[in-house]
């Protein structure tokens, strides 16, 4: 009796209450994948309604798989990569409007944009449609604007954040207040805020047009290392470390980042939480780094904000996961979310979906509400120029699947300087090999002695003219 009268409180009367994990039979998974064994804290994975993203190991330079997504089973060893970039690559993500677009940053200080051609790879695909060059260190993450269509973000180990603006191939921004290394980045649901974690400690909440920082919280007790903002209900949730190194969540209103509103311990393990957020349902999933198991829970606005529905086991460790954006889902099996699990020990993606059972056939209305889609509110120029808008929604009844009719169009470049805040960030990409170490020094050694010689040449020049002066005013006036 006491057990049923505590879960009452826990469960409420939520639709939600009985959601559960499908995997996906053997078949329709994607099997025979060399997956990276690098050890950054990213998914490694990006998934939309056409194509499957996953960044593998490979000698030399850093190659990523795109297999179109009915094409499960054993992929060939030999399945064309994209493979451009000189470094390991750290994160992929696809453009939410143009779904063969997908952008990569890799070790090599870059960032790139492939053009994913329609059916998928037929050979290795070296050339990007875009290189971006603008940050002096390795690019750890990419992000794309919520509701701009051609508005990417890069985080560096360099310790900003870049907006680039895909229009004109630059970059137009530079957000430049962490002073470490940035673990995560999350945006509201209009993109009219980005929420940041650091290496610092420090959690933040930023205007991204012009860099300031809104809400700052030092989090001692709480060490954060993702967040993300929880739709419109003006909140963040964290994931990080207690001070006796538990796995903990904290709730925070984005306003006020003195103190969190709740913190939760989760578990004893080491492994990173990852937090995914489901503004539809209102459902937030815990997925662990290094163990099989999805918690998930419904948050509200009211106290006690965070209700515990159920877990997801199992006995496969996960490296990272993709989600299917929404109009990818398969609204007549009743699924709510997709994840893609990366099983690095089995070269293993597979598949789970979190199913709402229901008894009826007919497409459910209470658990598909309007939902952002594949266009996009605003052009680049709307954006920078400070305008706003909410997302272009649809319905997933009719349009779940309409492919976007946009096009990517690469700008053609000219321009050899990237000024962001009149710094030249190109003139600090630094030298990937030895020799370029060498040729570089010589060449600033050379620079340093004709920029002396110009400045002593100026001086005199100067000393000349001050004594011209000089003799003019001393000379008597000429009548």
């Not at 796995?247 to 989760?266: G, K, N, Y």
């Not at 893609?340 to 497409?363: H, N, Q």
Request: glycine letters at 6%; proline letters at 6%; charged letters at 25%.
């Amino acid at each position: 009796m006491t057990q049923e009268m505590s879960w009452r409180p826990q469960y409420r009367s939520s639709k939600f209450r009985n959601v559960y994990g499908k995997v996906a039979n053997r078949e329709h998974c994607f099997d025979g994948i060399p997956i990276t064994k690098n050890v950054h804290d990213n998914h490694f994975c990006a998934v939309n309604a056409r194509f499957l993203a996953i960044v593998t190991e490979s000698a030399g330079g850093g190659s990523f798989l795109v297999i179109p997504l009915e094409q499960t089973g054993r992929i060939e060893p030999n399945y064309p990569k994209v493979c451009g970039h000189q470094g390991n690559v750290l994160d992929i993500k696809w453009n939410p409007f143009i779904d063969n677009i997908i952008a990569s940053c890799s070790e090599d200080t870059s960032v790139r944009i492939w053009e994913i051609p329609e059916g998928g790879l037929k050979r290795n695909m070296t050339e990007a449609l875009l290189e971006l060059h603008g940050h002096s260190r390795r690019v750890g993450l990419v992000e794309w604007h919520p509701t701009t269509n051609n508005i990417l973000f890069s985080a560096g180990y360099d310790y900003k954040v870049l907006i680039w603006n895909l229009d004109v191939g630059e970059p137009v921004k530079m957000i430049d207040c962490h002073t470490d290394v940035i673990l995560c980045m999350s945006f509201n649901t209009d993109g009219s805020l980005l929420t940041t974690t650091c290496k610092d400690k420090k959690l933040r909440v930023i205007e991204p047009r012009s860099g300031r920082v809104l809400q700052e919280a030092n989090c001692k007790n709480h060490r954060v290392n993702r967040v993300v903002f929880l739709g419109n209900m003006k909140r963040l949730l964290t994931t990080g470390v207690s001070r006796w190194n538990t796995r903990q969540i904290a709730l925070w209103d984005q306003e006020d980042l003195s103190m969190p509103l709740i913190e939760e311990e989760i578990d004893g393990l080491s492994g990173l939480l990852f937090p995914f957020y489901d503004a539809d349902t209102h459902m937030l999933y815990l997925a662990g780094k290094g163990d099989g198991n999805i918690r998930y829970y419904e948050i509200s606005t009211e106290k006690p904000y965070l209700s515990y529905l159920m877990e997801f086991r199992s006995p496969a460790p996960q490296k990272g996961l993709g989600v299917m954006p929404k109009h990818g889902l398969d609204v007549s099996a009743c699924e709510v979310f997709r994840f893609y699990k990366l099983v690095t020990l089995k070269g293993l993606i597979e598949p789970i979906s979190m199913i709402v059972p229901r008894r009826s056939d007919s497409y459910q209305e209470d658990i598909y509400p309007m939902t952002p889609g594949t266009e996009p509110a605003l052009t680049p120029d709307e954006w920078l120029g400070g305008i706003n808008r909410d997302p272009v929604l649809m319905s997933l009844k009719e349009g779940y699947k309409k492919s976007s009719k946009m096009v990517f169009k690469a700008p053609i470049k000219e321009k050899k300087s990237v000024v962001v805040n009149g710094i030249d960030l190109l003139e600090n990409v630094p030298p990937r090999t030895e020799n370029e170490l060498l040729r570089m020094f010589f060449r600033q050694q050379d620079e340093i002695r004709r920029l002396k010689e110009e400045l002593a040449q100026k001086d005199i020049r100067i000393r000349q003219l001050q004594l011209e002066l000089k003799n003019l005013r001393n000379s008597p006036k000429n009548c």
